[in-house]
């Protein structure tokens, strides 16, 4: 299955704005201090800042109306309100001619990227802006049909399962994970991301569900429930050859699955990996 | 630099609004009917219109919902609805305003890259500034037994001239009415949702076209 390259990220966390220094900062989490979360539309609005001169290129290249918006929202609390106006304003400041929309929920900011690839693969779009917001955190990516990129997302799967807050339905994370590592050839991957098991109980039946599948492959977590920050992380490893963490290992292989899940029983998994 | 656009074929599809009655409950134990609200009432409805559709065996996943008011989403939790889902247990959600229509076929659309099949489904209870209950469901395929019409992947059009389409005060869910009804007389129709937040003089076109 080809790749989609993710030709370009950005990041709004409490630690900092700069992907490479929240990634240092994932080996002393206990040591790092956390600024104050700022106001939601400040943060989308820097994000769409940062990426503003990719926005432009890619409009300009694919066409307009061939740039799509999916919007990954997994605010605690959202409101009617909030999420019209996080839309209209993403609508104002893009001005794509493609579809905006958003997906919600605690895993959304995943789920947007397998939307997206989703898009993609269907030929509705030729490239995607994936917005990810959560009360303290926001991601940027820039997904294409074609791009020079070091980081490309070669598959994703969602599915539907009997996970709870306080259960996990190990069938579906089988089931996501089985088909995202299948589509590539089951080749062997450097790392997978989790849940953090400080602050989930679920998080170490997901670890062993995913060793079922995949053998003992190394996992990794990121602290926090959200799953704003993960695939941009994701990628920043990659990028430095390193996985995300107080241990940090150094990848064997150059391919990072991400699995995510909600208390709604939604579960997704993506793969990313280095291009050759 | 564009792929050809794909369309979709679509297996079934169903409607309530006031004028059809009460929602039909045979589907609900007494229990179930008696805690059931009344959202989770009409979707139960047109999903149980699907599952009794002839051509339906079984309801697909995965299973698409589109958002306009987000008590709503309580809903879809609602124990009777995923009863009758079984076995998926929450659906996919979509939320983009006034242009959810559009915008959840096109995300149920895409899933038809990994499955055979999808559920979409659309339903509000009554509550300002929109004073009409209504739902919708449709099983979009890629293939169907009943190839009649053709669904093609809505698109933004920008043009002063889109009649006809869907103003702002008008319910965001009326135009999935519109094509269900158009889907059950085998009717061409295009339909548009005008997208101020872009443009006033963009709309979304949702084509229901005859198979060539």
């Known amino acids: 299955m080809a790749g989609f390259p993710l030709t370009a990220w950005a990041l709004r966390h409490p630690w900092g704005d700069d992907p490479d220094v929240v990634f240092d900062r994932l080996r002393e989490p206990s040591s790092v201090v956390a600024s104050e979360p700022r106001p939601e539309f400040d943060r989308l609005g820097e994000l769409l800042d940062a990426l503003d001169s990719d926005r432009r290129r890619a409009c300009s290249r694919w066409g307009s109306s061939r740039v799509a918006v999916v919007l990954g929202m997994a605010q605690a609390q959202p409101t009617r309100e909030r999420l019209a106006a996080v839309q209209s304003m993403t609508a104002e400041r893009t001005a794509v001619g493609g579809a905006i929309y958003q997906r919600l929920g605690t895993e959304a900011p995943i789920a947007a990227m397998a939307s997206a690839q989703r898009l993609l693969r269907a030929s509705m779009a030729d490239a995607v802006l994936v917005i990810g917001l959560d009360d303290e955190r926001g991601s940027i990516i820039l997904l294409e049909r074609h791009g020079d990129a070091f980081v490309e997302l070669c598959a994703s799967a969602e599915a539907t399962g009997t996970t709870t807050q306080t259960a996990l339905d190990e069938s579906a994370v089988a089931q996501v994970v089985t088909s995202v590592w299948s589509a590539v050839g089951r080749m062997p991957l450097g790392a997978v991301h989790t849940g953090d098991p400080d602050l989930d109980p679920r998080a170490d039946t997901e670890r062993r569900a995913l060793r079922d599948v995949l053998g003992p492959v190394h996992c990794c977590s990121i602290p926090g429930t959200s799953r704003v920050a993960d695939v941009v992380l994701a990628a920043t490893s990659l990028v430095r050859g390193f996985a995300p963490g107080p241990d940090a290992p150094e990848f064997e292989h150059e391919r990072f699955l991400v699995h995510g899940f909600s208390s709604t029983g939604q579960h997704v998994a993506l793969l990313l990996r280095t291009r050759a | ?212």
């Open chain 2, 1 to 212: 630099m564009s792929s050809p656009t794909r369309w979709c074929r679509i297996a079934a599809a169903a409607s309530w609004t006031a004028d059809v009655g009460p929602p039909r409950t045979e589907l609900l134990s007494r229990a179930e009917r008696s805690a059931a609200s009344f959202s989770a009432r009409i979707l139960a409805h047109v999903i149980g219109e699907l599952s009794s559709h002839p051509d339906i065996t079984s309801l697909p996943r995965p299973w698409v919902h589109g958002v306009t008011d987000l008590a709503d989403t309580q809903t879809l939790r609602d124990p009777v609805l995923l009863r009758i889902i079984d076995p998926s247990p929450g659906p996919l959600r979509v939320h983009a305003g006034r242009t959810v229509v559009p915008m959840t076929l096109l995300e149920g659309m895409a899933l038809l890259e990994d499955h055979d099949a999808v559920l979409v489904t659309f339903g509000q209870d009554a509550i300002a500034p929109h004073h009409e209950a209504l739902a919708a469901a449709l099983i979009l395929t890629r293939e169907s037994p009943n190839p009649a019409l053709v669904l093609h992947p809505p698109v933004l059009r920008r043009t002063s001239s889109h009649l006809g389409a869907t103003g702002a005060k008008e319910h965001p869910l009326s135009v999935s009415l519109r094509i269900v009804r158009a889907i059950n007389v085998g009717q061409p129709t295009i339909e548009t949702v005008a997208c101020r937040d872009v443009d006033h003089q963009a709309h979304w076109r949702i084509e229901l076209g005859a198979v060539d």
